[in-house]
């Protein structure tokens, strides 16, 4: 049974920083290129990154870029978002996802989640101002 669980979310004050990490289990992890995104309450889910199976190609937000880090360890088949500038914008449910292609979607457009076939069930990130 394939399995995807997120763990590192909390509350975090603005301007802090917090890593989140994704485990997986039951597929082939250096197959997959692997994904973040996020859902806020009331809104749609959107796109934060995406990393390909070598870790060659990242892809971001630009609400995101230049303050969050995707990358992979493939010895311990986990998946990590570094985020810093922290900001209530970011409080969020935060999602990982696998994608059964070695590359990243050209870009992180709206309704690309569903490219991606295997989810966590999310970890929640609530930033105070």
């Known amino acids: 049974q394939v399995q995807v669980v997120e763990s590192g979310g909390g509350l975090v004050q603005a301007g802090g920083s917090l890593r989140l990490s994704c485990t997986m289990s039951?597929?082939?992890?250096?197959?997959?290129?692997m994904g973040w995104f996020r859902q806020a309450p009331g809104k749609e889910r959107e796109g934060v990154s995406c990393i390909s199976r070598t870790g060659g190609t990242t892809v971001y937000a630009d609400a995101v870029k230049g303050r969050f880090t995707i990358s992979r360890d493939t010895a311990k088949n986990t998946l990590y978002l570094q985020m810093t500038s922290l900001n209530s914008a970011d409080t969020a449910m935060y999602y990982c996802?696998?994608?059964?292609?070695?590359?990243?979607?050209?870009?992180?457009?709206?309704?690309?989640?569903?490219?991606?076939?295997?989810w966590g069930h999310g970890t929640q990130v609530t930033v105070s101002s």
């Open positions: 039951g597929l082939a992890f250096d197959d997959y290129s």
């Open positions: 996802a696998a994608r059964s292609s070695p590359s990243c979607p050209p870009g992180l457009t709206p309704g690309i989640g569903v490219l991606f076939g295997y």
